[in-house]
């Protein structure tokens, strides 16, 4: 890899952004779960199908390609909660919005890790530790043993066990205590600008963004939330963090 390249090229796909890593210092590489690692289309997809059948049935037509595009544009306004944009939106009577926030569950057990999640996480794990820092239910832990993804994993810092929420930098720090790394020996990898580069900026983290799911739809505002590098799939990691031959015989972790 040609780490002189200027910063803004594209090389295969791979943009860089406000500066390249430096590939020889780092020792960690710390993931997002959802629409990073994980697919969560299928299960908010189907989340947004029960709130569309749901709103019919109360006398809204509502149509699901609206809603879709409605968290779209939740996401291009970095809005939390898209559910309950949409049901603010659509649904004009009070009991009727209960009545239907009662009924939506979503549907974990649809989530899939994506394709190419365990090759790229097996051939990472040559090069460097690889941690989690995700929000995400309890259970993360066994999710990604079912995904045949734990194995790969050294470090798990989880909203629901660490009490600790994205975009809070103290899940990073978490995850960085345990880990005994420095933030510059770190990248944070994940699909949020809110939740996963600012917060993993502000400690020092170099960042990757990868556009999935719909994390894809948040702009860059400003230089602070631009990550140093922005991929667009789990395969384009391999030839942007695997150093080449001369570069491995004189690094370890």
């Known amino acids: 890899m040609d780490t002189a390249c200027a910063p803004g090229m594209v090389i295969s796909g791979v943009q860089g952004g406000i500066g390249l890593p430096d590939i020889a210092g780092l020792k960690w590489l710390f993931f997002d779960v959802g629409d990073t690692l994980v697919d969560e289309w299928e299960p908010v997809d189907d989340i947004i199908g029960q709130f569309v059948r749901e709103a019919n049935a109360c006398g809204y ?63 990472l794990s040559h090069h460097y530790l690889i941690g989690i820092i995700a929000n ?50 770190a990248v944070m990898i994940g699909d949020r600008i809110d939740n996963d580069i600012v917060p993993a900026r502000s400690l020092g983290l170099h960042t990757i963004r990868i556009l999935q ?32 031959v001369s570069s491995d015989e004189n690094r370890s972790v």
């Not at 739809?217 to 384009?236: C, G, I, K, N």
């Open 213 to 244: 799911g719909y994390g894809r739809f948040q702009p860059v505002m400003s230089e602070h939330e631009r990550a140093d590098w922005t991929v667009e799939s789990l395969d384009e990691l391999l030839p942007l963090l695997i150093p080449d």
């Open 61 to 123: 037509p509502v149509k699901i390609e609206a809603v879709r595009e409605l968290f779209a544009q939740c996401y291009q306004s970095y809005e939390q909660w898209p559910m309950k944009v949409a049901i603010q939106t659509y649904i004009q009577d009070e009991g009727h919005r209960k009545q239907i926030q009662d009924k939506l569950k979503f549907h974990k057990e649809l989530e899939r890790p994506f394709p190419s999640a365990a090759k790229v996480l097996e051939q």
């Open 136 to 185: 995400q239910s309890p259970g993360t832990e066994m999710r990604l043993e079912s995904y045949g993804l734990r194995k790969y994993v050294h470090v798990l810092a989880c909203s629901a066990e660490e009490g600790v929420s994205k975009p809070d930098p103290e899940l990073y720090a978490v995850a960085l205590k345990q880990a005994g790394c420095a933030p510059e020996e």
